[in-house]
DNA sequence: CCGCGGGCCTGAGAGC
DNA sequence: TGCTCTCAGGCCCGCG
């Protein structure tokens, strides 16, 4: 579900109900997240004050007082909902009077801010796990990723270096997250879109044959840098799970150009073209065969 | 090393 | 109503 806008929403809505704030109770009503929880996971996160919560690619880092850091993944599916002075949600038979809503609340805090926060996963494929601080670079999920593609150390001609010599798609060289570091289905094929450039195409043709980045280079990276920043200030895509933490809907879908759009007119003006769908692979890829070239 | 396909889960929606 | 099938915003693993 959620790619780099959707993580960082929900950042933005944790940040001040668990900044500065304590875990006073912890509930893992279910441990077998994508990665099984730790036997003392509740032990070693009550008592803890978060001292920063952060954000690297898919995943939010809130760093605790103990010197380790709670690593969360949403997965496909997951969300976090933050209830202020909800008391019913701590009562004894929770487990058996959670509405449908709350089925799948796999974990939650209640912090010494006063906020309850419910980790919620249908699918389960989310994960949370507890990292020494000074183990986070060696931290399996976190040490092949590629830069932000909203730091600085992303550009043109940091993105034509990564695709040197890849013979795969663009479409697969983007999605892989040792190259750019968040980018999901969605703002791939909308960045490609806004670039007017083929999913197809060979990800090696952004650069010349000395590496050095060529002006597809350049309109990819202005786009992927302006996709994400527009569906954060959206508050990123709800298709079917993504909420804010206040339990909003997100805009940004409202605003795509392709994806999940086949059959429909390509927005580009003038352009005339029918939006595609085609499967690469295994994902669906949403894209303008006239204009995106 | 690289690129690809399968698998992990549940739920929604389409078609019969 | 219900069954079956496909598909879904991600990532890990094993294969060639």
Redesign the pocket.
């Known amino acids: 579900?959620?790619?780099l806008p959707?993580v960082e929403t929900v950042r933005r809505g944790l940040a001040p109900v668990m900044e500065g704030a304590r875990f006073d109770k912890v509930l893992a009503h279910r441990g077998d997240l994508r990665w099984p929880l730790p036997k003392d996971f509740v032990k070693r996160l009550e008592g803890q004050t978060v001292t920063g919560l952060g954000r690297r690619?898919?995943y939010l880092l809130a760093d605790l007082s103990s010197g380790e850091v709670l690593v969360m993944?949403l997965?496909?599916s997951g969300s976090f909902r933050v209830a202020l002075n909800s008391v019913e949600t701590f009562s004894g038979n929770y487990y058996h009077d959670r509405s449908k809503d709350e089925?799948?609340d796999l974990v939650v805090f209640r912090m010494s801010s006063g906020a309850t926060v419910r980790f919620n996963d249908?699918?389960?494929?989310g994960s949370m796990k507890l990292v020494p601080r000074t183990e986070l670079d060696d931290e399996?999920?976190l040490r092949g990723l590629g830069p932000e593609p909203l730091g600085n150390a992303f550009d043109a001609a940091m993105l034509a270096k990564a695709f040197e010599g890849?013979?795969?798609?663009l479409k697969?060289a983007l999605l892989?997250?040792r190259n750019v570091a968040g980018l999901?289905?969605?703002y791939v094929c909308e960045a490609l879109s806004r670039s007017r450039l083929s999913p197809k195409r060979k990800a090696s043709t952004i650069a010349d044959r000395k590496g050095a980045p060529n002006e597809r280079a350049e309109k990819l990276a202005d786009a992927i840098k302006a996709v994400l920043n527009d569906a954060i200030a959206a508050g990123?895509?709800?298709?079917?799970?993504?909420r804010r933490t206040d339990g909003s809907l997100g805009d940004f879908q409202h605003n795509f150009r392709v994806y999940d759009r086949e059959g429909q007119r390509c927005p580009t003006p003038g352009c005339g073209g029918t939006i595609k769908r085609i499967v690469q692979?295994?994902?669906?890829t949403f894209f303008c065969p006239v204009c995106q070239k």
């Open positions: 579900m959620p790619e959707e690619a898919k993944h997965g496909m089925a799948h249908p699918r389960r494929f399996p999920q890849k013979s795969t798609s697969a892989d997250q999901g289905n969605i990123g895509s709800s298709l079917r799970d993504h692979n295994g994902r669906s």
